[in-house]
């Protein structure tokens, strides 16, 4: 059975804070590649008018989830929500009962899988 949970993350940047949210994505990529090895996939993608992000998260199951949410809450919540609104959370895969707990003050949208492959 596959226990990977994934996500797509969509977000306002707020106007005039650009250069911020570089910094912010760039110091939040280094910290996760450096320091969460169940963090499969970490893609961060803007639009051409640098007004709206998504970000692309897949991780090897709800424990790595965990650890990472536990990393962001540490060290960037603050920064984040101060210069991103979440506009729409979508959650795939299997996340477990604790990690759908976590999360649910985020108010995301959960999807079942019914058809495709995984290579």
């Not at 970490?42 to 970000?55: K, L, N, Q």
Request: aromatic share 14%; with cysteine.
């Amino acid at each position: 059975m596959n226990h990977e949970v994934y996500w797509l993350l969509e977000l306002a940047i707020q106007p005039g804070k650009r250069s911020e949210f570089h910094q912010l994505m760039s110091d939040m990529i280094d910290v996760t590649q450096a320091n969460e090895p169940d963090t499969l996939n970490y893609e961060w993608s803007i639009s051409a008018d640098g007004t709206a992000c998504h970000i692309y998260e897949r991780y090897q199951d709800s424990a790595a989830v965990l650890i990472h949410l536990s990393t962001f809450g540490t060290h960037f919540a603050d920064r984040f929500f101060a210069l991103l609104t979440p506009t729409r959370f979508v959650i795939y895969g299997s996340p477990s009962a604790e990690l759908k707990q976590a999360l649910a003050g985020f108010n995301p949208t959960y999807l079942t899988a019914v058809g495709g492959f995984h290579r």
